[in-house]
C-alpha cells in the first residue's frame, strides 16, 4: 500500500520534472514568437499586397507583382552588395586592429587598466552620438579635427562622409567595434598558460614565431567567436548609415533601402517584399554561420 | 636594453590609447564651449567654458527624452529578465531534451533582421494606437534582447555546481525555493550583467526607436540626431546632448568591465 502511494508520487513527480521546464520555457517562447515570428509573417502577407499608405483606398491584392518589381529595379543587388561589404570589411578591419590592441594590453604596465579603459570606451557610447560627432567634429570639411590635421600636412581638405562614404562608414564602424573584439581576444591571451610561454622563452623562440606558433592557435576559438558576434551586431548597423551617408555612396543597406520605401516612400507592399527577400538572404547567411557559432558555443560550454 | 624597449613600447601604447580616445574626449570638451568656440576652424584647447550648451538642453526638453529612454529601458530589462530566468533555468539546471533546437530557436530571433518585423510592427501599433507609446517599445525592445539574455543566463546557470542543487532537492526543497534560495543568490552577479547588457542595447537603440515613436515616447537617440536638421551652428550643443546621452552607458561600464566581457561573448568566454 504504502508501496503503491509511492510509486505514484513517484509518477507524478516524474510528469511534473517533464512539464515543469516546458512551463518555465514557454512565456519566453510565446512572447518571442509573438513579437518575431508572427509579424514576420505578417510581412509577407504584406508582401502580396499593393498598398501604399498615401493612398488606403486602393489597396489590393498584388500576387507576386511587387517581388517581380524588387527585381527588376536594380536596387537589390547593390544592396546586397552594400550590406556584405560594409560588415566584411568591418569585421575584419575591428577584428585586427582589436587584435593589435589586445596585444598592447597584454602585458604588465603602469596605467594598464586605464588604457583599457580609454581604449573600450567608443564601444560603450551610443552608436547614434559616435556617428553624429564623427560626422561634424571629425569628419567635417571646415571644421572637422581630421581635416584640420589633413590640411596642416599640406593636403586639401577631404569631404569624407560626402566624397568616400563608404570608407568613413567603415572607419567609424571599426573604431566602435574594435574594443569589442580587443576584450574578447584579450581575455584569449590572458587564458594562455603562462608555463608555456615560458617554456618558449627558455627555449629562446623569439616573440613573433612565439606569437604565430603559440599565441594565434590558442587564440583561434576566440577569434571565432568574436567574428560571429561582430557579424551578428554589425549586419544590423543602421544608425551610422541613416545619420551620417543617408544611404549614398554604395552605403544603401538593405535595412536602409527598406525604411526608404517604407518610411519615406511609403509603399508598404514593396518594402514588405525588401522584406521579406531581406530575411531569406539573412536566413541562408545566418544558418552557415549560426551552425558554427553553435558548435563554437557549445563546445565552448561543455568543456 | 629590455627596459628601454618596454619603456618605448608603453609610451606607444599610451599615445595610441589617448588618441583612439580623442574623439571622445573632443565630444566632452566641445560640449563646454560656446558655439562660435566649437566652429573654430583651428580646433581651440584654451576657451572659456560655459554651461550654454547644456542650459540650451534643458530647454529644449531634454529631460523628456532621457526620462523616456530610462523607461523603455528598466521596463525592457525587467520584462527580459522575468522570462529569460524561467526559460534559462528550465535550459540549463533542468534540461529538457530540446535544449538545443529551442536554443537555436532563440538565437536565431536574434540572426532576423528588425526588417523583418518593422512593418507589421508599425501598422499593427498604429491600428492599436500604441504607436508613440513608451511601453509599446519597451516590449519590442524586450523581445530584441530575450535572445542574448536567455544564452548569457544559460552559460551562467550552468555554473552552479550541480551538488548545491541535489544537496537542496535532498533536504526537500521544491522548485520555487530550489530557485529562488538556493539558485538565484550564486548566479547574481550574472543576472547584473545581463541586466546591464539588455540596459545598454535599450538605451542605445535607434531604429525602433525613431520608427515607432513620435512626439510622446521618443527616446534619446533620435532626439540627438534631430539637431542635425537645425540650421546654423550646433557643434557645441550636439555634443553636449552626446555627453550627457553616452555618460550612464561608459560610466557603468567602466565600473563593470570583467562582467561586460563575459555577459557580451554570451559566456563563451571566461
Known sequence: ?303 | MRSTKAILITGMTWIIAVTYFFPVSWMFINSFKSENDAASLTPKFVFKPTLESFSRLADRGMIDYLTNSLMASVISTSVVLILAIPAAYALSIRPIVKVQDALFFFISTRFMPAAASILPLFIIFKNLRVLDNIFALSLVYAAMNLPIAIWMMRSFLSEVPQEVIEASRIDGANFETELWSVVLPIVLPGIAAVALICFIFSWNEYFFSVLLTSANAKTTPPFLASFVDGRGQFLAVLSAASTVAALPVILAGWFAQKQLVRGLAMGAVK
Open chain 1, 1 to 303: 500500500m504504502a508501496a503503491g502511494v509511492k510509486r505514484q508520487n513517484q509518477e507524478k513527480s516524474a510528469v511534473k520534472e517533464k512539464i515543469l521546464p516546458r512551463k518555465l520555457i514557454a512565456p519566453a517562447l510565446i512572447f518571442s514568437i509573438a513579437l518575431t515570428q508572427v509579424p514576420f509573417l505578417v510581412t509577407i502577407y504584406f508582401s502580396l499586397m499593393e498598398w501604399n499608405l498615401l493612398k488606403p483606398q486602393e489597396k489590393a491584392f498584388a500576387g507576386i507583382d511587387n517581388y517581380i518589381y524588387v527585381f527588376q529595379t536594380g536596387d537589390l543587388l547593390p544592396a546586397i552588395i552594400a550590406t556584405v561589404g560594409l560588415t566584411a570589411f568591418s569585421v575584419i578591419c575591428s577584428l585586427f586592429v582589436g587584435l593589435f590592441f589586445a596585444v598592447l594590453l597584454d602585458r604588465k604596465f603602469r596605467g594598464q587598466s586605464v588604457a583599457r579603459t580609454l581604449i573600450i570606451t567608443p564601444f560603450l557610447i551610443m552608436p547614434a552620438a559616435s556617428a553624429l560627432i564623427w560626422k561634424f567634429s571629425m569628419f567635417d570639411t571646415n571644421i572637422g579635427v581630421i581635416n584640420y590635421i589633413v590640411q596642416k600636412l599640406g593636403f586639401s581638405a577631404i569631404g569624407w562622409s560626402t566624397q568616400y562614404p563608404y570608407i568613413s562608414v567603415i572607419i567609424l564602424l571599426t573604431w566602435q567595434y574594435a574594443p569589442f573584439m580587443m576584450l574578447i581576444l584579450l581575455s584569449g591571451l590572458q587564458s594562455q598558460s603562462r608555463e608555456v610561454l615560458e617554456a618558449a622563452s627558455v627555449d629562446r623562440a623569439g616573440s613573433w614565431r612565439t606569437f604565430a606558433f603559440i599565441t594565434l592557435p590558442h587564440l583561434r576559438q576566440y577569434i571565432e567567436i568574436a567574428i560571429l558576434l561582430g557579424t551578428i551586431m554589425l549586419l544590423q548597423a543602421f544608425d551610422p548609415v541613416a545619420i551620417m551617408t543617408k544611404g549614398t555612396g554604395g552605403t544603401k543597406t538593405l535595412a536602409y533601402l527598406l525604411y526608404e520605401r517604407a518610411f519615406v516612400g511609403m509603399n508598404v507592399g514593396q518594402a514588405a517584399a525588401y522584406g521579406v527577400v531581406t530575411v531569406i538572404l539573412t536566413i541562408i547567411v545566418a544558418t552557415i554561420s549560426l551552425r558554427s557559432l553553435f558548435k563554437v558555443f557549445i563546445s565552448g560550454v561543455n568543456k
